[in-house]
Nanobody, 120 residues
Framework: VQLQASGGGLVQAGGSLRLSCAASGSIFSINSIGWYRQAPGKQQELVAQVTTGGSTFYAGSVKGRFTISRDNAKNTVYLQMNSLKPEDTAVYYC???????????????WGQGTQVTVSS
């Protein structure tokens, strides 16, 4: 299983970026998929997540600014980030809790990080 993340970059404060993460490989079911981030010197935090049923979670610091969406047919998740702030600067990681085989165990899978830098 691979999670391929893309869409990071450098943007000015107030700008927007859209991250994408495509899951590929042997996947039976994706239970949840979302984004974590880690800024230098800080702990990793869950930014946003969407479940199979469509339930979403957002960190308090991004509510109202970030929107997570999912294309089940493509096993892809998107994170639309608007009104970006310098404190959003971090490496963003795609993460999924998924099941590879019918009746198989579920487990965590991670993509490579993508850098998001917001300048003031």
């Amino acid at each position: 299983v691979q999670l391929q993340a893309s869409g990071g970059g450098l943007v000015q404060a107030g700008g927007s970026l859209r991250l994408s993460c495509a899951a590929s490989g042997s996947i039976f079911s994706i239970n949840s998929i979302g984004w974590y981030r880690q800024a230098p010197g800080k702990q990793q935090e869950l930014v946003a997540q969407v479940t199979t049923g469509g339930s979403t979670f957002y960190a308090g610091s991004v509510k109202g600014r970030f929107t997570i969406s999912r294309d089940n047919a493509k096993n892809t998740v998107y994170l639309q980030m608007n009104s970006l702030k310098p404190e959003d600067t971090a490496v963003y990681y795609c993460q999924s809790y998924l099941q590879r085989y019918y009746r198989g165990p579920s487990g965590d899978y991670w993509g490579q990080g993508t850098q998001v830098t917001v300048s003031s």
